[in-house]
């Protein structure tokens, strides 16, 4: 690939500022969950090891340009020492000179980059402070890479640049799904509403052998057919833009695969009577709430003859039970497959990460993305600012 690592830069003796994701869970000042804190760890340690200094740049929630105390990434110091095994220098105004003072193993965090308008900005002045901290850029944030702010993208252009390990560890996964993937590939897309997912779909429908679509969006897609969907959740509007979709798909060769039984109820609630009906045979009293284990079946042959696979969304309403079945069931079909070596499974986006955990699957994944926002953009086929700076 055109970006560099951290194993094709001499690091030893430099200053390596180093972008990372810590936007983590905080409640009355406390971080609850460490997750994204753990995974920058390698990043950190093998900058120490090859003899750098770390000076971490992150983002908090949105200030909007202005100093939030409850967003200051002093609240995140504690749980990121706790991770590292080690002190962390916090500098709510940081310069070269006090960096250069500290040891050569010292690791700095920066306050939040977003106190300042020009962060959001991309404003050069505020890259080329940045870049004035530092003798090397590494990008360890791919959760920000969509975002072209001073942190991402501006001081990538400045510094010799690379990918943390995060950064190299979802890039690699990524192009292997839909880069180079071995095939056949398969897409799971579920979800509410397809025009949340418009650019999504007719990328994916050029790129992959087989799309499995669930959740409410599969309705709007059913409508899309002539398919009585009673009081379900559907963008009745949206009928020709999933006609458009299929069109498309069968132009590419891209086999679309949609519910061929219902799990259906009166009401949305834990516990809630249901049954199951045959495609045809939504009451016009019901709502579509789940898919049915004739389409789970269905799935899961397709997951056996594919090599590689690419899921965001749940297949039905995972939150609530009974209506997490089918996305628990077709998750698990793809994780021992994954398990067994017969198939390359990358997931991301918030629900999805979610799903999986629920069906306790996520383990055997190849890749779980928790970017959110930049896995989606990955996905509908657009460039990422982030990365493509590192390409420079």
Same mark, same amino acid.
């Given at each position: 690939?055109?970006?560099?690592?951290?194993?094709?830069?001499?690091?030893?003796?430099?200053?390596?500022?180093?972008?990372?994701?810590?936007?983590?869970?905080?409640?009355?000042? !406390? %971080?609850?969950?460490?997750?994204?804190? &753990?995974?920058?760890?390698?990043?950190?340690?093998?900058?120490?090891?090859?003899?750098?200094?770390?000076?971490?740049?992150?983002?908090?929630?949105?200030?909007?340009?202005?100093?939030?105390? $409850?967003?200051?990434?002093?609240?995140?110091?504690?749980?990121? $020492?706790?991770?590292?095994?080690?002190?962390?220098?916090?500098?709510?105004?940081?310069?070269?000179?006090?960096?250069?003072?500290?040891?050569?193993?010292?690791?700095?965090?920066?306050?939040?980059? /977003?106190?300042?308008?020009?962060?959001?900005?991309? &404003?050069?002045?505020?890259? !080329?402070?940045?870049?004035?901290? @530092? &003798?090397?850029?590494?990008?360890?944030?791919?959760?920000?890479?969509?975002?072209?702010?001073?942190?991402?993208?501006?001081?990538?252009?400045?510094?010799?640049?690379?990918?943390? +390990?995060?950064?190299?560890?979802?890039? /690699?996964?990524?192009?292997?799904?839909?880069?180079?993937? $071995?095939?056949?590939?398969?897409?799971? %897309?579920?979800?509410?509403?397809?025009?949340?997912?418009? *650019?999504?779909?007719?990328?994916? %429908?050029?790129?992959?052998?087989?799309?499995?679509?669930?959740?409410?969006?599969?309705?709007?897609?059913?409508?899309?057919?002539?398919?009585?969907?009673?009081?379900?959740?559907? #963008?009745?509007?949206?009928?020709?833009?999933?006609? *458009?979709?299929? !069109?498309?798909?069968?132009?590419?060769?891209?086999?679309?695969?949609?519910?061929?039984?219902?799990?259906?109820? +009166?009401?949305?609630?834990?516990?809630?009577?249901? #049954?199951?009906?045959?495609?045809?045979?939504?009451?016009?009293?019901?709502?579509?709430?789940?898919?049915?284990?004739?389409?789970?079946?269905?799935?899961?042959?397709?997951?056996? +003859?594919?090599?590689?696979?690419?899921?965001?969304?749940?297949? @039905?309403?995972?939150?609530?039970?009974?209506?997490?079945?089918?996305?628990?069931?077709?998750?698990?079909?793809?994780?021992?497959?994954? !398990?067994?070596?017969?198939?390359?499974?990358?997931?991301?986006?918030?629900?999805?990460?979610?799903?999986?955990?629920?069906?306790?699957?996520?383990?055997?994944?190849?890749?779980?993305?928790?970017?959110?926002?930049?896995?989606? $953009?990955?996905?509908?086929?657009?460039?990422?600012?982030?990365?493509?700076?590192?390409?420079?």
């Amino acid at each position: 690939m055109a970006w560099k690592t951290l194993d094709d830069l001499d690091l030893a003796g430099k200053v390596v500022l180093t972008r990372v994701d810590i936007n983590v869970p905080m409640e009355d000042g !406390r %971080v609850t969950d460490t997750t994204r804190i &753990d995974k920058i760890v390698p990043t950190v340690k093998d900058i120490l090891a090859k003899g750098g200094k770390v000076v971490l740049l992150a983002h908090y929630g949105r200030p909007k340009g202005k100093p939030v105390p $409850e967003m200051s990434l002093a609240l995140v110091q504690p749980a990121l $020492e706790a991770a590292l095994g080690r002190k962390a220098e916090f500098m709510a105004h940081p310069d070269r000179a006090a960096i250069d003072a500290l040891p050569a193993d010292a690791v700095v965090l920066v306050e939040n980059t /977003r106190f300042s308008p020009m962060e959001e900005a991309n &404003d050069p002045e505020m890259a !080329r402070s940045l870049a004035s901290l @530092g &003798d090397v850029f590494c990008n360890d944030a791919f959760s920000a890479a969509h975002r072209a702010h001073a942190s991402t993208t501006g001081v990538a252009h400045l510094l010799p640049s690379c990918a943390g +390990r995060l950064m190299e560890e979802e890039l /690699r996964a990524l192009e292997a799904a839909l880069g180079t993937p $071995e095939r056949p590939v398969v897409a799971v %897309v579920g979800g509410a509403k397809v025009s949340t997912k418009i *650019e999504l779909l007719a990328n994916l %429908v050029t790129k992959v052998d087989h799309l499995v679509i669930g959740g409410g969006m599969a309705n709007t897609f059913l409508v899309a057919e002539g398919i009585e969907v009673g009081r379900s959740l559907a #963008e009745r509007d949206m009928a020709e833009t999933a006609r *458009e979709i299929f !069109r498309k798909a069968q132009s590419a060769g891209c086999t679309i695969h949609l519910p061929v039984d219902l799990v259906v109820a +009166r009401e949305f609630k834990a516990g809630a009577e249901c #049954e199951l009906v045959d495609l045809q045979d939504c009451p016009i009293d019901a709502m579509i709430l789940d898919a049915g284990p004739k389409t789970v079946a269905a799935i899961e042959a397709v997951f056996e +003859r594919s090599k590689t696979l690419i899921w965001n969304g749940p297949l @039905g309403a995972f939150e609530i039970e009974p209506f997490d079945a089918a996305t628990n069931a077709a998750a698990r079909a793809a994780a021992s497959l994954t !398990r067994a070596g017969k198939l390359v499974s990358v997931a991301g986006g918030g629900d999805t990460v979610s799903a999986l955990n629920k069906a306790g699957a996520a383990g055997d994944f190849t890749f779980i993305s928790t970017a959110g926002g930049a896995f989606l $953009e990955w996905m509908e086929g657009k460039d990422l600012p982030g990365v493509a700076a590192l390409m420079g």
